[in-house]
């Protein structure tokens, strides 16, 4: 695992998540709506863990093993 890499990046999950709720707030589908909507929260949710990911970073800007 890269630490480096955008999978990492808060931003980069809060972006998939925001393009995921526009394209939901385009369908009229209630169950593909729905759907959308699921996916999106799932990418607030690995916003949430990337951004702790970064928090518990150690100082001398290394990660610990059990993180990765």
Same mark, same amino acid.
């Given at each position: *695992?890269n %630490? =480096?890499?955008?999978?990492?990046? %808060?931003d980069?999950?809060?972006g +998939? $998540?925001? $393009?995921?709720?526009? =394209? $939901?707030?385009? /369908? #009229? @589908?209630g !169950?593909? =709506? @729905?759907r &959308? /909507? =699921? #996916? $999106? &929260?799932?990418?607030? !949710? &690995?916003?949430? +863990?990337a951004?702790?990911?970064q *928090? +518990?970073?150690n100082? @001398? @800007?290394?990660? %610990?093993e +059990?993180? &990765?």
């Amino acid at each position: *695992m890269n %630490p =480096k890499s955008k999978l990492y990046q %808060p931003d980069h999950w809060r972006g +998939r $998540a925001e $393009a995921t709720r526009k =394209k $939901a707030a385009a /369908l #009229i @589908d209630g !169950k593909a =709506k @729905d759907r &959308l /909507l =699921k #996916i $999106a &929260l799932e990418y607030d !949710k &690995l916003a949430w +863990r990337a951004h702790f990911w970064q *928090m +518990r970073k150690n100082e @001398d @800007d290394t990660w %610990p093993e +059990r993180e &990765l």
